[in-house]
């Protein structure tokens, strides 16, 4: 797949505290630059991760190809979230990855308040819930009747991943082809993640259209350890061509 983005623009656009994706996110950017010859932007919350209401630059998206998300909790002004606003309602694609499910987290009388689930609902296909414990891990598996899709192609039948699991309702997310399962691995009997009928096994990646009729790849795996598995590289790598359009350039499939 070398080379295959050439003259795409890709913006990256970084801002939560909890995984590092102010580190991966641009080690990601440079692959994708690099060996797929994508233009890309990385945009960093300001003046660090936990700052929440400042992501400079978001103009980038006006002209971007393909946005992919790694926010949480975000409180940004009006006119900075208009841009990501614009560039849904243009149904641009999107690729979400874990904490982007609850991205934003503005008061309740905020006149965006709506997209604290919104963007999980309406974008990537599934709000926040809770996660089985920071201690447990996950088992990822191919979803039944998933086999054949494109973005799965090179990537393993199972792998395991550092990312504890979210629990994800709707199950499956609304308007979703799911890919991947997940297995809670030594989940925490915390009292809150889970309970004795709390299923242990929900989906961590998946595709859709979101409201502005846009494609979207949403994986809850973002973990910074997540990063180093070869299984998890050619699964965004794969997804990134997938939400542009390209699957037909994506590499035959291995299953082991």
């Known amino acids: 797949m070398s080379a295959n983005l050439e003259g795409r623009r890709i913006v990256f656009v970084c801002g939560e505290d909890e995984y590092e994706s102010e ?3 641009p080690l990601l950017a440079h692959m994708i630059e690099e060996l797929h010859g994508a233009e890309v932007t990385v945009l960093k919350a300001y003046p660090d991760p936990a700052s929440a209401n400042d992501i400079p630059g978001l103009e980038a998206l006006r002209s971007a190809d393909l946005a992919i998300f790694y926010i949480r909790f975000r409180e940004l002004p009006e006119q900075q979230f208009a841009y990501i606003r614009e560039y849904l309602e243009a149904g641009k694609p999107v690729v979400g990855f874990r ?8 008061a309740e009388d905020h006149p965006l308040a709506k997209w604290n689930d919104g963007f999980g609902i ?16 996950t088992d990822v598996s ?7 899709h494109p973005i799965l192609r090179g990537v393993p039948d199972r792998f395991t991943c550092r990312s504890w699991l979210y629990q994800v309702l709707p199950y ?14 030594n989940p925490e009997d915390n009292g809150w993640s889970m309970t004795e009928h709390t299923p242990r096994i929900h989906p961590i990646t998946w595709t859709r259209k979101h409201f502005g009729g846009g494609r979207v790849f949403t994986t809850t795996m973002g ?19 997938w939400a542009l359009g390209y699957e037909q350039r994506i590499e035959g499939r291995e299953t082991k």
């Open 99 to 106: 904490t982007s499910t609850h991205a934003f987290r503005y």
């Open 223 to 241: 973990h910074p350890d997540d990063f180093e598995i070869p299984a998890f590289e050619r699964l965004i790598t794969n997804g990134i061509y």
């Open 23 to 25: 580190r991966t996110m």
């Open 172 to 185: 499956p997310p609304e308007g979703a082809t799911l890919l991947l399962n997940g297995h809670a691995v």
């Open 122 to 137: 309406d974008v990537l296909g599934a709000p926040w819930i809770r996660h089985f414990g920071h201690s447990s891990t």
């Open 142 to 148: 191919v979803a039944w009747g998933a086999e054949d």
